[in-house]
């Protein structure tokens, strides 16, 4: 009974380049949410995917970033051009957003790092 | 935007104690939940909250959710010291979405 997994735990990117960081939700959740965390400091919204939908991204800065969540395939968040300030713990949750659950599961997190 | 507080921000203690903890919102929410995250590790989900002045435990923790439906309380009883790590509050956003708006963490430390 697999967890929220995602991939790669660590990455390293020079200033210019793309990152793409990869989630998959638990079995059954049909329901991804992207948080981005700076040291020592809590968990800040970005994205709530459905498989094919965004259905909210008010807290994605408009530019160089975007998410999807394919009909298949794990949920990618994509950052173009990195900058200095993107280097950031980026964590997605998974629910499965049943009527009385609205619990979310987070996955270990994505460890950024811009050079 | 909302904006969660979580007091105290720090605490040290040493085992065998019990352990308070609070987090307020300027605005209410609907659920409140509660995550332990430990140093380089996503956020555990350890307590789930739905309705105003509900209590609920699980082993030796146990949260409330306040009766203005704009604070949220969890308690230790008996630390050990595998319960060092940052603790966080989230209330689920009301409105449309269920995005969670993350507290300011408490970072507990347990001295044996």
């Known amino acids: 009974n697999a967890g929220v997994m995602q991939n790669p735990r660590h990455l390293v990117r020079r200033r210019g380049q793309e990152a793409r960081l990869r989630c998959s939700p638990m079995?059954?959740?049909?329901?991804v949410y992207w948080y981005r965390q700076l040291p020592e400091e809590g968990l800040k919204f970005m994205v709530y995917l459905q498989k094919e939908n965004i259905i909210d991204e008010s807290g994605m800065p408009k530019e160089r970033f975007s998410a999807e969540f394919p009909k298949e395939g794990p949920s990618i968040l994509r950052i173009q051009q990195v900058v200095r300030g993107d280097s950031a713990a980026y964590f997605c949750a998974s629910s499965p957003r049943l009527r009385s659950s609205y619990e979310q599961y987070f996955g270990p997190g994505t460890r950024l790092t811009v050079t | 935007g909302q904006q969660l507080n979580q007091s105290p921000q720090s605490m040290f203690i040493q085992e065998g104690e019990d352990v308070s903890m609070n987090c307020t919102s300027s605005?209410?929410?609907?659920?409140w939940l509660w995550y332990k995250q430990d140093p380089g590790e996503g956020p555990v989900l350890l307590i789930a909250l739905y309705k105003a002045g509900e209590l609920t435990s699980n082993g030796r923790l146990t949260a409330q959710f306040g009766i203005t439906r704009k604070d949220s309380f969890l308690n230790i009883s008996a630390s050990i010291p595998s319960d060092v790590g940052i603790y966080f509050c989230?209330?689920?956003?009301?409105?449309?979405?269920?995005?969670?708006?993350f507290g300011t963490g408490t970072r507990l430390q347990v001295f044996p």
């Open positions: 079995k059954g959740h049909s329901h």
């Open positions: 989230a209330g689920r956003d009301p409105y449309y979405t269920d995005k969670l708006i």
């Open positions: 605005s209410i929410f609907n659920t």
